[in-house]
């Protein structure tokens, strides 16, 4: 038997695990708390903890230091095993000098320190290991905990803690109502202040627990699986047993189907794949010197459940039912009365034959299947690991809530994206524009993936125009598809006659938007970048800027399926401590506007077309998945995408 189901399992499975649960009222890991409960349950903490900041001392410090150097041995003992070249290499991208001479010196400098952890996120492979990890996270705490407290930080912790509890207190009430990228983003930095600081730990996990909502959801049809799954089978193959002593060889052929079959479970997203069809043959049985011919027919079922979790697939063994049965169309070898004697005694003995043949084949079709899916799972979870976990490890932005259910119709998967000093989506995605939606895979993102991820990859980085392409580099897993970021060559002419340089802002340098038009009937997707200061040099001279921040949105067009780029926004921005931001957007004929938008306009396309999503693997023979679905609403985005062969959508925007 062929490999009939090591089909498309590493393309399920990155599917999957690459998005995440448009819901359809489906299973959830637990029930969310009530708003108007878990507010009060903020308040009532937050109200405790005022006049409880909690000083850090010399023992701090000290087990800081210890857990650091505990760490770095560990590093050291992991690096021995290999060659004296690896060792020597890993310690210079590490900067391994620089952290020796920080546990070297009498004081420490957190900020170099900062640096130096700085390395252990990148996408480098390796770095996924736990000890690397470990020492990472013991890098960042002794140097925030060594750094907080300082007499001059702990006299400012004690003059801003209760404060900054009541502006935590207004934040969170604020973003109750109001879910605006400013008050996420101030929401973000009070829990960083905090969290660095080791101050309110219970208050932090009950903020989280309220408003670090699972941040991107996703929904597949069964369709979906079995456009990538479902097949013919029509194989043939030898035969070769041997059943009550008699060698049977010959002929088989089996035709039949492959298809998926989704299962409704609350825990995880389950499916079978089953093989169901007909095996013909032609055999000759050899006992002794007799030939007894035969045709036979087996009816199978083979299946084998898998199941979707956070850490990848499993399987369970095969099932195989067989109904086999035998016709003994003639015996040769002696006289014709002997023959007529062998025949007699091979029909006596033909359903003992048969039983025996059926028990077999079932055994064997489940070993086979078995066989094959072990090799495969094994590809598939490498798959998996190489591709999205170790990456996301390594990057410090591990998805946490991690969920997939599935029912009869749909898989579904869900996940938080965010680092330990973010908070994920402050609400749930709108389900009512899923009603009566019946696209093959919808996908659900709220804004913040983008703008946590931005911020962990993009804070304070200086970008000019000799080191674009570092950036570029940075960038590419960020930016939406269309954000043309390798220009032409007549806009890098233009470059060249003039320096410029960019550093991002620490909190949200980089965001998205996701927002409804003034009249409420169409959809903008706005993309945000934050400067802390900017700079320009050309042949008229040089300008510079401070605090700026450039949207450009761009409004989706439901005709053709593209996003069309808007004119851009300009604005200069101011906070002050940890206050919500303030903008005020430059006029047209403003100097500083002028030169900040002949500067960035051009890394944004005019249009960025979404009317298909090309599928690869075993999907590319369904052609491109049609956009049907495109909502942006108060900070979600929900995407829908039919098979090309699905007809003409049933949506509320849809593209022609």
């Known amino acids: 038997m062929k490999c009939y189901w090591r089909l498309s399992l590493l393309s399920v499975l990155s599917v999957l695990l690459t998005t995440a649960q448009a819901q359809e009222t489906p299973p959830v890991a637990e029930d969310a708390p009530a708003v108007a409960p878990a507010w009060k349950h903020l308040r009532d903490q937050i109200a405790a903890s005022r006049g409880k900041m909690r000083a850090s001392t010399a023992a701090d410090v000290a087990a800081a230091r210890e857990r650091l150097e505990a760490a770095v041995d560990d590093v050291e ?71 907080y407290s300082l007499p001059v930080q702990q006299e400012r912790l004690k003059d801003s803690f209760d404060k900054g509890l009541a502006e935590l207190e207004h934040a969170l009430s604020e973003y109750r109502g109001d879910t605006s990228a400013n008050y996420a983003e101030r929401v973000n930095r009070l829990v960083r202040f905090f969290g660095r600081r080791g101050q309110v730990p219970e ?51 089996t035709t ?48 084998k459940a898998a199941t979707l979790g956070q850490w990848g697939v499993a399987v369970a063994p095969a099932q195989a039912k067989t109904s086999t049965e035998t016709k003994i169309t003639g015996v040769s070898g002696g006289h014709s009365f002997v023959n007529d004697f062998v025949l007699n005694r091979a029909n006596k003995q033909r359903d003992k ?17 078995d066989s094959q899916g072990a090799e495969l799972v094994g590809e598939a979870n490498q798959s998996i690991r190489d591709e999205l ?98 220009q032409t060559l007549e806009e890098r002419e233009k470059e060249r006659k003039g320096n410029w340089q960019v550093t991002l802002a620490e909190s949200q340098p980089l965001r998205v938007q996701f927002e409804k038009t003034e009249d409420g009937k169409g959809s903008i997707v706005k993309i945000v970048i934050r400067a802390k200061a900017f700079s320009s040099e050309d042949e008229t001279g040089q300008r510079g800027a401070e ?73 590319a023979k369904a052609g491109n998945l049609r956009i049907n679905t495109f909502h942006a609403d ?23």
């Open 547 to 619: 605090q700026v921040e450039v949207a450009v949105p761009y409004l989706f067009d439901p005709a053709r399926g593209v996003l069309v780029r808007q004119k851009l926004i300009i604005a200069k921005y101011s906070r002050q401590k940890r206050q919500l931001l303030q903008t005020r957007v430059l006029s047209s004929v403003d100097i500083e506007r002028a030169v900040i938008e002949k500067r960035f306009t051009p890394l944004f396309e005019q249009e960025i077309d979404i009317q298909s999503l090309k599928m690869e693997g075993e999907w």
């Open 203 to 253: 208050l932090l996990e009950a903020v989280h627990a309220t408003y670090s909502h699972p941040n991107m959801y996703n929904r597949f049809s069964e369709r979906f699986f079995a456009v990538a799954i479902d097949r013919d089978v029509n194989d043939t193959g030898d035969v070769s047993e041997t059943i009550l002593g008699t060698r049977i060889r010959g002929k088989q052929q």
């Open 77 to 147: 003992k992991l690096l021995s095993r290999g060659t004296d070249e690896n060792r020597d290499a890993w310690k210079r991208f590490l900067h391994w000098d620089v952290l020796e001479q920080q546990l070297a010196a009498k004081e420490v400098n957190p900020v170099v320190l900062m640096g130096v952890s700085k390395r252990f996120k990148r996408n480098e492979p390796g770095l996924e290991l736990y000890t690397f990890r470990k020492l990472r996270k013991a890098i960042e705490d002794y140097a925030n905990i060594a750094y």
């Open 389 to 486: 976990f170790y990456p996301l490890l390594r990057l410090d932005f591990f998805p946490r809530d991690v969920h997939f259910s599935s029912t009869s119709e749909h898989a579904f998967g869900q996940r938080t994206l965010r680092t330990e000093y973010q908070v994920g989506a402050p609400d749930t995605p709108n389900t009512d524009v899923l009603k009566d939606c019946d696209d093959d895979v919808v996908a659900q993102v709220h804004e913040s993936v983008v703008a946590n991820f931005a911020e962990l990859r993009l804070a304070g980085l200086t970008i000019d125009s000799e080191h674009m392409e570092d950036f570029r580099a940075e960038v590419a897993d960020i930016l939406p598809k269309g954000v043309d970021l390798d």
């Open 634 to 656: 108060n900070g979600w985005l929900t995407l829908g995408w039919v098979l090309s062969e699905q007809g003409s959508p049933k949506t509320d925007e849809t593209v022609d």
């Open 256 to 303: 039949g189907r492959v298809f998926a079959k989704l299962v409704p479970s609350d825990n995880d997203a389950a499916y079978q794949i089953i093989l169901e069809g007909t095996a013909l043959s032609e055999n000759i049985g050899y006992n002794r010197k007799f030939k007894i011919y035969t045709e036979g027919t087996t009816q199978l079922r083979v299946t």
């Open 353 to 369: 034959a048969s039983a025996i043949a059926n028990q077999r084949a079932a055994k064997r079709a489940a070993r086979e299947f």
